[in-house]
């Protein structure tokens, strides 16, 4: 199985956090599973740039970059947040190896919109180097920082570099470690599978919003590419990646139709 798990910085700010998480992919790893790792730090950020007195300004849920914050982004994302993940992985027991979507071209980005700044959309993903690394059995673990055409650096969201990642290795199994158990329905109950058209009418009802409008975009584009499944699981919740991938029920799993 080829898989990709998105981890968001808010779960690898805490040592403990990181550590926990990070030992549930080196198990996940160990049992055979070609996995691929795709992670944020937007919390670490804000920190970093606060504490020099850089004040965060986001459009529509996402941070203007300009030169100084894509220095930050480097420095975080590629740099403090990708290293320790690295090191908590193979202190674990996985062999992980740290890169960000510039390495091979693994994502190729163009700017989404001038008022953002450094901010790209991923236009391209080459799965080479990731399919190599992973044949060898390596964990990639992937900042989402891409490169551009002509050798610009890009600020990604990142949901979209994991859905632009995991559709060009056509992986079997997305996993979005996000801060909620799920999707919820009216009536806040956990929905257990839901189709491509089953997250579109969420949407269009006013039931999805938010954060999770965009998770359940993010899914639908992922399963229209390609990835066989695309599971919504709380990150916190105990061995929640261990149990994701002994195909225990959790969290929401979306696919493109019921006959899957």
């Given at each position: 199985m080829r898989a990709l798990i998105k981890v968001g910085g808010s779960l690898l700010d805490d040592p403990a956090s990181r550590a926990d998480i990070a030992a549930q992919i080196a198990s996940v790893a160990a049992s055979g599973v070609h996995v691929t790792v795709v992670h944020g730090g937007g919390k670490q950020m804000t920190r970093f740039l606060e504490e020099r007195g850089v004040k965060s300004t986001f459009v529509r849920g996402l941070r203007v970059?300009?030169?100084?914050?894509?220095?930050?982004?480097?420095?975080?994302?590629?740099?403090?947040?990708?290293?320790?993940?690295?090191?908590?992985?193979?202190?674990a027991g996985a062999r992980a190896v740290g890169l960000t979507g510039i390495d091979a071209a693994v994502a190729i980005a163009e700017q989404l919109h001038p008022e953002l700044g450094f901010v790209g959309r991923v236009v391209s993903s080459d799965?080479?180097?990731?399919?190599?690394?992973?044949?060898?059995?390596?964990?990639?673990?992937?900042a989402c920082v891409a490169g551009g055409a002509n050798?610009?650096?890009?600020?990604?969201?990142?949901?979209?570099?994991?859905?632009?990642?995991?559709?060009?290795?056509?992986?079997?199994?997305?996993?979005?470690?996000t801060d909620v158990p799920g999707v919820?329905?009216?009536?806040?109950?956990?929905?257990?599978?839901?189709?491509?058209?089953?997250?579109?009418?969420?949407?269009?009802?006013?039931?999805?919003?938010?954060?999770?409008?965009?998770?359940?975009?993010?899914?639908?584009?992922?399963?229209?590419?390609?990835?066989?499944?695309?599971?919504?699981?709380?990150?916190?919740?105990?061995?929640?990646?261990?149990?994701?991938?002994?195909?225990?029920?959790?969290?929401?799993?979306?696919?493109a139709n019921r006959n899957q």
């Open positions: 970059t300009n030169d100084e914050t894509i220095d930050a982004v480097l420095k975080v994302l590629a740099g403090s947040v990708n290293t320790q993940l690295v090191a908590a992985i193979g202190s799965p080479r180097l990731l399919e190599t690394l992973s044949i060898a059995g390596y964990v990639p673990v992937v050798g610009e650096v890009f600020n990604v969201n990142g949901d979209s570099m994991a859905v632009a990642v995991a559709s060009g290795l056509k992986v079997d199994r997305l996993v979005f470690l919820l329905d009216a009536e806040k109950r956990l929905i257990a599978v839901l189709t491509v058209q089953g997250c579109l009418d969420l949407i269009a009802s006013g039931i999805a919003t938010g954060g999770m409008q965009a998770k359940l975009n993010a899914a639908t584009d992922a399963v229209r590419n390609g990835v066989a499944e695309v599971r919504i699981v709380r990150g916190s919740d105990p061995q929640i990646v261990t149990r994701v991938f002994s195909n225990e029920a959790a969290g929401t799993t979306v696919i």
